[in-house]
Nanobody, 123 residues
Framework: VQLQASGGGLVQAGGSLRLSCAAS????????SGWFRQAPGKEREFVAA??????YYTNSVKGRFTISRDTAKNTLYLEMNSLKPEDTAVYYC???????????????????WGQGTLVTVSS
C-alpha cells in the first residue's frame, strides 16, 4: 500500500488549498481514512476523517475544512478554506487497513500513512 499526498504550498491567510492523497494497493471507502498534521515543534494531531457515512473534524477546522473522497479516482481530499497561520504544518493522509473499534481520531487506528505535504500560511 502506498499513499501519496500532494497539494501543499505557501498561501496567505484567508486563502485556500486542496490537498490530495492518491492510493495504490488500497481502496478509499473500504475503511476509514483521514488527515493529520504536525506543526513545527508540536506532536502530530488529528484534523479530519471520513468513514463510510460520516465525517469527523477537529474543532479548530470545523466550518473551514472539508474532507471527501472520489472513489472513481481512488483519491482522498482535504479542502481547506479561510486558512490561518496556525494551520501551518505538514499534513499527512492516513488510512485504516481493517474495521476497528478504535477511535477514528487516534493515530494508532491507522495502518497506512502518506509522506506528508507542507502547508505554510503567511500572515
Amino acid at each position: 500500500v502506498q499513499l501519496q499526498a500532494s497539494g501543499g504550498g505557501l498561501v496567505q491567510a484567508g486563502g485556500s488549498l486542496r490537498l490530495s492523497c492518491a492510493a495504490s494497493g488500497y481502496t478509499f471507502g473500504d475503511y476509514d481514512s483521514g488527515w493529520f498534521r504536525q506543526a513545527p515543534g508540536k506532536e502530530r494531531e488529528f484534523v479530519a476523517a471520513i468513514a463510510l457515512y460520516a465525517t469527523y473534524y477537529t474543532n479548530s477546522v470545523k466550518g473551514r475544512f472539508t474532507i471527501s473522497r472520489d472513489t472513481a479516482k481512488n483519491t482522498l481530499y482535504l479542502e481547506m478554506n479561510s486558512l490561518k497561520p496556525e494551520d501551518t504544518a505538514v499534513y499527512y493522509c492516513a488510512a485504516r487497513g481493517s474495521a476497528s473499534m478504535r477511535s477514528t481520531m487516534a493515530e494508532s487506528s491507522y495502518d497506512y500513512w502518506g509522506q506528508g505535504t507542507l502547508v505554510t500560511v503567511s500572515s
